[in-house]
């Protein structure tokens, strides 16, 4: 009986500080998203129009799910988190009574056996008296007995029906949270694929590409300016970057890059 309350409270607890954990953790990642939403909408401003609607719609469903992941959440605590947490108190009780019990039934065994011995001892005029005793004490004892099997059983009886209850609970809350999510990513996903990337590369007038183009045509341009005055293009006077400017740019950019990519780590 003890060994069953000991069960209870040891993986009771430990259950109890994961699920809170767990809860701790699910939170810090909505803190995280609602940064990367943040970031998207600041990102997109600065975009093209096609891609700039991609990644605002992008944001606004993650900031979507982040709303549900804040449902999940506040669930966690109130229907996982704070039952199992209730279970120090119930054990605790639970283990008080036990030792109430046990400590009647060892006191009532204790005066049966003394009774027992003063009724062996056959005296004409405490017989009767050490029988009656004797009785009144055994009653006594199979009476806590029965008390105590009843705590056990209603204990074993509450932990069963409360652990079915929590975890209903938590896979109930967690199934909502990823079908929600599941929802609004199918839905992000296909927003995401129906970006027109060519658009923007030719309507963009600030972009890389545009800028690109308009330099080879400003080039080309003055080439052929010059070849029909017969001048010298400024672009012939400048003298070609020797190899080791090249090779410093070259590493300039891989450093920037390995800097990058450390810093997303």
Sequence with gaps: MEQTVKHAEQYLGE????????????????????????QLFDFSSREDPELQIGLKNMAEDLAMV????????ERLETRVVAPLKTYGDIVKNKRADLKKFSTDVNRELKELQKLEKI????????????EVNAQKASNNAHRSIRQLEETIKDFQRQKLEDIKRIFTDFITVEMLFHAKALEIYAHTY????????????????????FLMKNSSSAWQSSMTTSSQTGTTSPVS?????????????????ESLQASHQLGCI
């Design 190 to 209: 296909h927003n995401l694929e129906a970006i027109n990337t060519q658009k923007d590369l030719e309507v963009a007038p600030h972009g890389p590409w």
């Design 15 to 38: 259950i109890c500080s994961l699920l809170a954990s767990y809860t701790r953790k699910t939170a810090k990642l909505r803190d995280k998203a609602d940064l990367l939403v943040a």
């Design 66 to 73: 982040q709303d549900y992941r804040q449902a999940q959440v």
């Design 237 to 253: 006077k400048i003298k070609p970057k020797t190899s080791r400017s090249t090779n410093t740019s070259v590493a300039g950019w």
């Design 119 to 130: 009724r062996l001892r056959n005296p004409a005029d405490r017989q009767s008296i050490a």
